[in-house]
């Protein structure tokens, strides 16, 4: 089939690199001939031209998109002619952080309190209602941390909201969590659903750095809980695709943070870890074809994300059991540059690699 996806970066990328064995052709939507998808199938550099967007969608057969951000009148004006996976209400609800929360709610899903802000004084009601520390997000186009300001007092509450530059946005609860953990689950367009193990996540200023796969001490209890979570949510919004849930482990419970419509960078130790990686199981998903197994092949994993600097990137090659993926992106503060898979089967000898790597760690 011909697989559109709407943006061009990493994801796409990797989404290519595991369709191709598939028989599959890829077209891009992209900003640029400099994206990191741009060389691994045809590409339409759109600058909101409605007549590329037609041309894009006339030439695939089904489309994805690899960003939540994803402008969703482009979605609309495709979904006219060209089936888009997972659908428009993926991505509605999970672009707006307080519907994302509503939905949370209706289906009894923890996540932290919160109230919705668009000014000081509301801001200011909100803080005595939620209590402090909380944190105040922008309600959209919120990733890696931006957009977020964590209030500890009151003095600071014009401050944080200078911080939003007068984009509407919530009032969350601090939640004090023992780690973060993720799941990804993929449902096919009949209904199949497959979960990955949960994995354990560490963030350093809001980006993702290292992820530990199958997370340790998960028991069988909490890996169901966070099954629960995703059947109800994933067939509430009948999702075909991937589908992440970012997750706060306290002590209280198991409490949800986030929903990303897609593939996930703490799904990215699948490429060697799973059976079936996170990005194959999303095109076969969205291609209508039967869902990989989704188990571990070696018992521990990790993936190290190289940001901002590429780093001595000979010394991962060095490591027997690493593997290095590029995602031929130029040197910028913060940007993901490409990750660091490392897979093995004890837990001392897995260690050991991330400490050998340590370089590319914060
Ligand atoms: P987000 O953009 O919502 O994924 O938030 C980025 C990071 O900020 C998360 O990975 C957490 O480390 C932290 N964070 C976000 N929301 C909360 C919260 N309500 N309580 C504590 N930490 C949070």
Redesign the pocket.
């Known amino acids: 089939m011909k697989i559109g996806v709407l943006g061009a970066g990493q994801l796409g990328r990797m989404l290519a690199l595991s369709a191709y064995p598939l028989g599959h052709k890829m077209r891009f939507l992209a900003l640029s001939e400099e994206d990191p998808s741009s060389l691994l199938g045809k590409t339409f550099i759109h600058n909101n031209n409605p007549e590329v967007i037609k041309k894009f969608s006339e030439e695939s057969d089904v489309v994805t998109y690899e960003s939540e951000n994803t402008d969703l009148k482009i979605v609309n004006e495709i979904t006219s002619t060209t089936e888009v996976y997972p659908g428009e209400m993926s991505l509605r609800l999970t672009q707006h952080r307080g519907l994302e929360k509503n939905l949370l709610n209706k289906l009894n899903i923890p996540c932290?309190p919160f109230e919705l802000v668009n000014n000081v004084s509301e801001l200011t009601q909100a803080v005595t209602k939620i209590g402090l520390p909380?944190?105040l997000?922008t309600t959209k186009d919120?990733?890696?941390?931006?957009g977020?300001f964590l209030l500890r007092s009151e003095s600071q509450i014009n401050e944080a909201w200078e911080a939003m530059s007068g984009a509407e946005s919530i009032l969350?609860?601090?939640?004090?969590?023992k780690r973060?953990l993720s799941l990804i689950a993929v449902r096919g367009a009949n209904g199949d659903l497959k979960y990955y193990p949960l994995v354990e996540?560490s963030?350093h200023e809001?980006i993702l750095r290292l992820t530990v796969a199958p997370a340790q001490e998960v028991s069988d209890s909490l890996q169901k809980k966070a099954e629960n979570y995703m059947q109800a949510l994933i067939t509430e919004i009948n999702h075909v695709g991937v589908l992440t849930l970012?997750l706060?482990d306290s002590d209280d419970d198991l409490i949800v943070?986030?929903i990303a419509p897609r593939v996930h960078n703490s799904g990215h130790w699948t490429i060697e870890g799973a059976q079936t990686s996170q990005f194959e199981n999303h095109i076969r998903a969205i291609t209508n074809c039967p869902l990989g197994e989704t188990s571990v092949k070696n018992r521990f994993n990790a993936m190290i994300n190289i940001i901002g600097k590429l780093g001595p990137t000979k010394k991962v090659l060095e490591t027997s059991n690493a593997h290095l993926h590029l995602y031929d992106k130029k040197e910028r503060e913060n940007r993901k540059l490409g990750h660091i898979t490392i897979t093995s089967d004890s837990y001392q000898d897995l260690q050991k690699s991330i400490k050998n790597l340590s370089d590319f760690l914060p």
């Open positions: 932290a909380a944190i997000k919120g990733y890696d941390g931006k977020q969350e609860r601090f939640i004090n969590f973060e996540n963030h809001g970012e706060f943070n986030e």
